[in-house]
């Protein structure tokens, strides 16, 4: 298993170097595109919920982000030093009492693009599972080449 982390203070404008530690990981781990997406928009989520909700915008709290990749998932993991939250009662945005609400969606998207989500320490930890697609068919074999050529 390999692992990378990082820590940034709490400032929106920091979702940047969010979004190119997710390009690197991309390139450097081999992460598909199928995937991709789905992890770019889930984690960034993650983050900005973590610099606006949990640190409220403190520059001085940081919000940590660790990459772990194993060979069939790759596990991104945000942490704040807010005071948590109650993640077991939230609003469903989808509701049509709640469909006008300009907030309240994040989580419900990260819920939805990873596949598995798992809260922390009173919600100031986020862990957040994609899996990795099946590895590569097996290559065809030479006699099944030849023949598919003919």
């Keep these: 298993m390999k692992q990378v982390k990082i820590q940034i203070p709490s400032l929106v404008e920091n979702i940047r170097v969010v979004e190119s530690f997710i390009d690197n990981s991309k390139d450097t781990f081999h992460i598909e595109d199928d995937i991709y997406g789905n992890i770019m928009v889930a984690v960034t989520e993650a983050v900005n ?29 945000v942490e704040d030093q807010g005071e948590g939250f109650d993640y077991t ?3 469903d945005p989808t509701a049509p009492e709640n469909i006008e609400n300009p907030g309240g969606r994040g989580i419900f998207l990260i819920r939805h693009l990873a596949d598995e989500v798992e809260f922390q320490k009173d919600g100031r930890n986020v862990q957040l599972t994609f899996f990795l697609p099946n590895p590569q068919e097996p290559a065809l074999n030479d006699a099944e080449n030849a023949s598919a050529s003919n």
């Design 49 to 77: 919920n973590a610099i606006r909700h949990g640190n409220k915008f403190d520059k001085d709290k940081n919000v940590f982000l660790s990459l772990q990749v194993d060979t069939d998932r790759v596990k991104f993991e």
């Design 89 to 91: 009662n939230l609003l």
